[in-house]
């Protein structure tokens, strides 16, 4: 089946440093990825959507410029979190989508990154 | 907007028994996908069944159905022969036919399995 690889999968840091997590597609080719956030005993919320080649498509309140999201190829997204803080601190997890024509095929996750900000 | 209700936050099931999680949906389209999602405490998002809106026939895989009724926007999951492996958050989520392809997911139903 379909494989997404999400990391790291733990990060501790300390307030101000920069983070990037990695989401690559091992078996497929993934023309959108996403990205979501999830808080303790809470849903997934949808960040943003990254498109290969195209700027990222940001959900209402999430701020461009704290979380950078690049996709530069078909295999890989990236999600920097830019001068974190402890606010920052949470789950987070990418999913893509095969770039095959059949519409009904499901997103594929990566294990997630669970952010911890000193 | 598209929205998504679990209306249950915690259920528990004993171990060999069946349990139904519920799922409610408002959307105008026609063309959707509906979906249920497992997450146990390792956190991975594992795909436990899809439903397509244009089909009549409720999914199965294996000890787990859905009850999908169109009219009413309900998609409701069926455990069958719980397993302790069950236990886990439960997520039903809602995509377009089109478009961007994003899901909406409703706030989890928090599922034990009592042995």
């Known amino acids: 089946g379909a494989v997404v690889s999400q990391h790291p999968s733990r990060v501790i840091c300390k307030s101000g440093t920069s983070v990037k997590i990695e989401c690559r597609s091992l078996?497929?080719?993934?023309?959108?990825m996403f990205w979501y956030r999830q808080f303790p005993k809470q849903s997934l919320m949808l960040m943003a959507t990254?498109?290969?080649?195209?700027?990222?498509?940001?959900e209402q309140g999430v701020e461009k410029d704290k979380f950078l999201i690049n996709h530069a190829s078909l295999t890989l997204s990236t999600l920097t979190v830019t001068s974190a803080h402890p606010e920052d601190s949470s789950f987070y997890i990418c999913?893509?989508?095969?770039?095959?024509?059949?519409?009904?095929?499901?997103?594929?996750f990566g294990d997630g990154t669970r952010l911890s900000i000193l | 907007a598209q929205t998504v209700t679990q209306s249950q936050p915690e259920m528990s099931v004993q171990e060999a028994e069946t349990v139904t999680l519920s799922c409610t949906y408002d959307?105008?389209?026609?063309?959707?996908?509906l979906f249920w999602y497992k997450q146990p405490p390792s956190r991975q998002m594992i795909l436990v069944i899809r439903?397509?809106?244009?089909?009549?026939q409720n999914a199965t895989e294996n000890r787990f159905s859905v009850n999908f009724q169109k009219a009413a926007k309900s998609f409701s999951l069926k455990i069958s022969d719980s397993q302790l492996g069950d236990a886990a958050m439960y997520f039903c989520?809602?995509?377009?036919?089109?478009?961007?392809?994003?899901?909406?997911f409703g706030k989890g139903t928090k599922l034990s399995v009592i042995p």
């Open positions: 990254s498109n290969e080649g195209s700027k990222a498509t940001y």
């Open positions: 959307t105008s389209e026609s063309d959707y996908y």
């Open positions: 999913s893509a989508r095969d770039r095959g024509p059949y519409s009904n095929q499901p997103q594929h």
């Open positions: 439903q397509e809106a244009y089909k009549q």
């Open positions: 989520a809602w995509r377009s036919g089109a478009g961007s392809y994003q899901l909406t």
């Open positions: 078996d497929f080719q993934a023309t959108t």
